[in-house]
């Protein structure tokens, strides 16, 4: 079955860094775009970073451009999340996301993350 999974994420004081993973399993990863959300508590989810099926191709959310970094490993099934020069701002639940060219989409548990000192 399908499976996407993060891991990565805890506790960071103000401006550390972490590094999040999605390990996938089940579908092709390598013919998915993949997307990295966050959902802080009482408030939407929002779009974090984004990358293509090749990985040449990636966006940024306005709030964490410049310090977050997406990439991919089709040959692992595995897509990563840089963080660096965290805030409290930054705190939040992290999603993991796939979307086919099609529209069909999967979501990974999620996995949290603090930024407090």
């Known amino acids: 079955q399908v499976q996407l999974v993060e891991s990565g994420g805890g506790l960071v004081q103000p401006g550390g860094s972490l590094r999040l993973s999605c390990v996938t399993s089940g579908f092709i990863f390598s013919t998915y775009d993949m997307t990295w959300y966050r959902q802080a508590p009482g408030k939407m989810r929002e779009l974090v970073a984004t990358?293509?099926?090749?990985?040449?191709?990636?966006g940024y959310g306005d709030s964490v451009k410049g310090r977050f970094t997406i990439s991919r490993d089709n040959a692992k099934n595995t897509m990563y999340l840089q963080m660096n020069s965290l805030n409290p701002e930054d705190t939040a639940v992290y999603y993991c996301?796939?979307?086919?060219?099609?529209?069909?989409?999967?979501w990974g548990q999620g996995t949290q993350v603090t930024v407090s000192s």
């Open positions: 996301k796939a979307t086919s060219r099609g529209g069909y989409g999967f």
């Open positions: 990358i293509s099926i090749t990985g040449r191709s990636t």
